[in-house]
């Protein structure tokens, strides 16, 4: 057995439960499933751990989160979010790619993400404007985009600084190929 880990420790990934359950890309059994196995897997484990895996909607998961969850500038938890947009949404009918386009704006967060990131998703919401009325460019254009956050998982939340690292390279490299 191990010991629990600590609420401050786990702020990131909590902010990424938070928005991904307000956004519908994180469902509450997972929250709760994770809650559980490090319940089971420490000694003593943390209290709030314990009201986490007893919530039965999502309202409550949100309100315990939001007790633990302050407002944060990390680009990261837009990242995170990104990728489980990328890995837990198919993009391959016109609702579908409606959707994940709106659900992109809607973790579009200026102040945090680089301006190329910015662009590109102010791209996306002007879809009407920018893609023709199949949405074949943009399912491309999304999926292409998309795939950068893919390294970012729930389960390697201990690595997410190095791995935006690794993205940040990514997106350097792609706003290049852009440019050239």
């Keep these: 057995m191990t010991s629990s880990p600590q609420v401050q420790d786990l702020k990131l990934l909590l902010s990424v439960f938070r928005e991904g359950l307000i956004q519908g890309v994180i469902s509450k059994e997972e929250i709760v499933a994770w809650a559980d196995q490090l319940i089971e897997e420490a000694d003593e484990p943390d209290y709030f751990l314990m009201e986490l895996a007893l919530c039965n909607d999502v309202n409550c998961l949100v309100e ?12 990261i938890r837009d990242r995170v979010l990104l990728a489980l947009v990328y890995q837990r949404l198919p993009i391959d009918e016109v609702k579908e790619v409606e959707r994940v386009a709106n659900l992109v704006d809607n973790i579009l967060s200026a102040k945090k993400l680089t301006d190329f990131e910015n662009s590109s998703i102010y791209t996306f919401d002007d879809y009407y404007v920018h893609y023709p009325p199949e949405f074949r460019e943009l399912k491309v254009e999304l999926k292409n985009f998309l795939t950068i956050y893919n390294p970012f998982t729930l389960q390697n939340y201990t690595h997410w600084v190095n791995i ?11 706003e290049s190929q852009i440019r050239s």
């Design 64 to 75: 315990l989160l939001d007790k633990h969850v302050i407002p944060t500038a990390n680009p």
């Design 164 to 174: 935006n690292e690794q993205v940040l390279e990514l997106l350097k490299e792609k």
